[in-house]
């Protein structure tokens, strides 16, 4: 008989941010991580498990609130899968944020690292939201109490490492009234809809998940995805469609699989137009449903301006992983030629429409993996933003290996992938000189890291 785990409550200080989110303390020789865990406090924790090497805690109350505490706004703080920082005020999850990422990059001996950096909204900020639809939600231990049905019909965000459970959501701190409109139009369609929500166990259902889009501009972008429609469906989509407020186009796409992901294949537009424009300083952008773009428009321009200050000026400008050419076309005045690679074309398409509607010459935009279309190529400047799992490995090897190249710069919204790709490009005679943090993701545990490389020894 397997021995029993011990579940007594104790109380422990956290003292730093972890992957994900996750509170980190000490306590007995053992680390510890909690969700939902501000750094400074001291909490009542009880143990849940573990992974790898860290032992896992729960919350039960606050003993001693954290230096920098508030209030959260969010009325589902503690269940939602995301914003476990809202129990600290902005400058002081900035402060621990900084330390994080600096602790995730040591050694940093002879590296200047800069002060964190972002835009001044902690709400209200995202441009973009995803949401899913589910037949159970999930329940914290005062709603189970209390007998709370867990099956019905929800439109909400994951709780913590349930694929299968949705927190049902009236509304999302992170975005605009606007779009908090169309979620609550969602949402009370769902509840007499003709077709029921996906049920992510047993593969049924039809309404899956819900994209929203929102500009500087005004505009708003809706991307449902759905199973493949039975008999009828269209007339129900379309109605549903029609009665969303304020949005200027709405996109349906069809997703086969099983898998609990944002997928598909386009199979109308429904209402408007499939794109939108955004405003980035003196740029305007046009944003199909699957293009990348910063999540934060403030925050992107402040990202983007760093990214300069590292790049510099030069010849020519390699921009891999270019989404829908954002960094792209900041950097072209300082640039006689450049250069960005996609692997999605249809970004491809939006960042060669966005170079010609913006009137910038000299830049070129080619579709396909970076690994693969990036090889035979040639700059002095090279700057990569790739997407959170870093870079990939012929990627790296090859940019280790680009002795054409005075500076690199590695945008980062992952720092344990560019803690990873920084010893394959130190191994190729990189070496890193500046590292910048720039917080994107107010009230979450991402922080974005801008790295500068340069060729040689100090």
Not at 24 to 33: A, D, F, M, N
Not at 63 to 88: I, K, M, N, Y
Not at 387 to 394: I, M
Not at 423 to 451: C, I, K, N, S
Request: hydrophobic share 40%; glycine share 12%; net charge positive.
């Amino acid at each position: 008989m397997g021995r029993r785990r011990d579940t007594t409550p104790f109380e422990l200080t956290i003292d730093r941010l972890g992957r994900k989110g996750l509170g980190i303390g000490e306590h007995e020789g053992r680390t510890w991580g909690v969700r939902f865990a501000p750094p400074g406090a001291v909490l009542e924790v009880r143990p849940a498990g573990r992974r790898r090497k860290l032992r896992l805690g729960r919350r039960l109350r606050v003993v001693s609130a954290p230096p920098g505490a508030v209030e959260p706004r969010c009325g589902q703080f503690g269940r939602c899968g995301g914003c476990g920082l809202q129990e600290l005020d902005l400058a002081t999850q900035r402060v621990h944020k900084q330390t994080q990422v600096a602790g995730i990059l040591a050694p940093l001996d002879g590296v200047a690292v800069h002060g964190i950096t972002g835009a001044a909204a902690a709400y209200g900020y995202r441009n973009k939201v995803e949401l899913t639809y589910g037949c159970k939600r999930y329940l914290d231990d005062q709603a189970f109490a209390a007998g709370d049905p867990f099956g019905g019909r929800f439109l909400g965000f994951h709780a913590p490492e349930r694929f299968d459970r949705i927190v049902d959501t009236p509304r999302c701190e992170l975005v605009s009234e606007g779009l908090n409109a169309v979620i609550g139009a969602a949402r009370a369609d769902l509840a007499t809809s003709a077709l029921e929500p996906w049920d992510a166990r047993n593969h049924t259902g039809f309404w899956r998940h819900l994209v929203l889009r929102e500009t500087v501009t005004g505009q708003r972008l809706v991307t449902v995805y759905t199973a493949p429609p039975p008999a009828g469906a269209d007339a129900v989509v379309q109605a549903w469609a029609d009665a969303l407020p304020g949005v200027s186009g709405v996109v349906w796409m069809v997703n086969p699989g099983t898998s609990d992901a944002a997928v598909g294949t386009r199979r109308a537009v429904l209402r408007g137009q499939p794109w939108i424009e955004e405003q980035l300083g003196a740029l305007r952008f046009r944003l199909s449903p699957t293009s990348f773009f910063q999540t934060n428009t403030q925050g992107a321009q402040v990202l983007y301006d760093q990214v300069a200050q590292a790049a510099g000026t030069g010849s020519r400008l390699l921009d891999l992983y270019c989404g829908t050419g954002t960094i792209a076309l900041w950097l072209a005045g300082r640039f006689d030629d450049v250069v960005g690679i996609e692997r999605n074309e249809e970004a491809v398409a939006d960042a060669r429409e966005n170079a010609a509607r913006n009137g910038v010459a000299g830049v070129r935009f080619l579709a396909g993996p970076v690994e693969d279309v990036a090889q035979g190529l040639a700059a002095d400047v090279v700057v990569v933003d790739p997407p959170r799992a870093g870079l990939h490995p012929r990627a790296a090897k090859w940019l280790a290996g680009l002795e054409s190249a005075e500076r690199l710069v590695y945008v980062a919204c992952q720092p344990r992938s560019l803690e990873r790709d920084r010893a394959v490009l130190e191994a190729g005679g990189w070496r890193l000189t500046d590292l910048w943090t720039v917080d994107m993701f107010p009230q979450t545990g991402h922080t974005e890291a801008v790295a500068r490389f340069v060729r040689g020894s100090a």
